[in-house]
């Protein structure tokens, strides 16, 4: 009899332990499965902007935007997609700029810059198929260049920013915030590119990013020298254990000094660029001024002689 309640017992135990097991991994996975939702959440939001609500919905693109589209990615590289994402990333995600509307406009481009081009070639047939051929290629390619464009304007942004913004952050860290109360005041008090990607560092990392990954991330979103040394030297301190105030004071510092040398350094090259304005535009002028009234004297002087 006591050994019957024994097992009993023990098999209750063993049950009730798998249970508590199950209970737990089930948890852990619910909890998971929220934090990959929020970033994923964030992912969109910060990933396609303002866009419409049927876009948001998730409504395709319409059928003839669609069609182009889809010849546009058939005759780009695998990687077209992926690469156009990585670029609005760069570009700040504009708003209704999602890498399906710019691949449909390279396709409206290929078609609809071609026969433009045709027109001005129908003196020959080899020449029709050139210009055809050129319009064509810059429909295609005219999109990449505006995301270019607006990629390297935000990032130029973010780069004259980052001083400031380190020194308020090195600020609030020194007088007694935590590194994510910190970045919270400076996401609140400041405007531009930079204080966007610092809101959304902040999302992540109270969605259940870690730190290191949050900024590893934002390292990936620019192209800033200076915001990767930021990043980089942040997730060294946070993996060695040192102090985030001093790292941000000495960041700040080093920003501030590289500011004022890329200052000297476009100073400097004032005077080379200057030289050839002048020697085009000015100095035929003055010449003119100068040498006209004598040379026209000469001349009278020549032809009553």
């Not at 097991?21 to 969109?44: D, K, M, N």
Request: aromatic share 4%; hydrophobic share 50%.
């Amino acid at each position: 009899m006591s050994g019957t309640f024994l097992l009993l017992t023990g098999v209750a135990a063993v049950a009730g332990a798998l249970a508590l097991a199950g209970a737990q991994v089930a948890t852990a996975a619910t909890g998971t499965a929220r934090v990959s939702r929020g970033l994923a959440q964030i992912e969109t939001t910060y990933g396609q902007g303002a866009t419409d609500v049927a876009d948001t919905d998730g409504e395709a693109l319409p059928s003839a935007l669609d069609r182009l589209r889809a010849l546009a990615a058939r005759i780009s590289p695998a990687t077209a997609i992926a690469s156009l994402e990585h670029r609005l990333d760069l570009a700040g995600n504009p708003s209704r700029w999602t890498a399906e509307r710019v691949m449909a406009f390279k396709g409206v481009g290929l078609l609809g810059l071609a026969p433009i081009g045709a027109l001005y070639g129908l003196g020959s047939a080899l020449t029709l198929v050139a210009y055809a051929l050129a319009g064509a290629a810059v429909g295609f390619f005219l999109p990449d260049v505006l995301v270019h464009n607006a990629a390297t304007k935000r990032q130029a942004l973010m780069g004259k920013e980052l001083a400031d913004v380190l020194d308020m952050l090195t600020v609030c860290v020194e007088a007694g915030l935590g590194f994510d109360a910190a970045v919270s005041q400076v996401a609140r008090n400041t405007s531009g590119p930079l204080s966007v990607e610092f809101s959304r560092l902040l999302q992540e990392m109270q969605l259940g990013k870690s730190r290191v990954e949050a900024l590893r991330s934002l390292s990936g979103r620019t192209t800033v020298a200076a915001v990767h040394t930021f990043a980089s030297s942040l997730v060294q301190a946070s993996e060695l254990g040192i102090p985030t105030a001093r790292v941000l004071h000495e960041q700040a510092g080093e920003i501030r000094v590289k500011r004022r040398q890329a200052a000297e350094e476009k100073a400097q090259k004032v005077p080379v660029k200057i030289l050839f304005p002048l020697l085009l535009c000015i100095f035929p002028a003055l010449f003119i001024i100068i040498i006209g009234p004598a040379g026209i004297e000469i001349y009278d002087s020549l032809i009553a002689g």
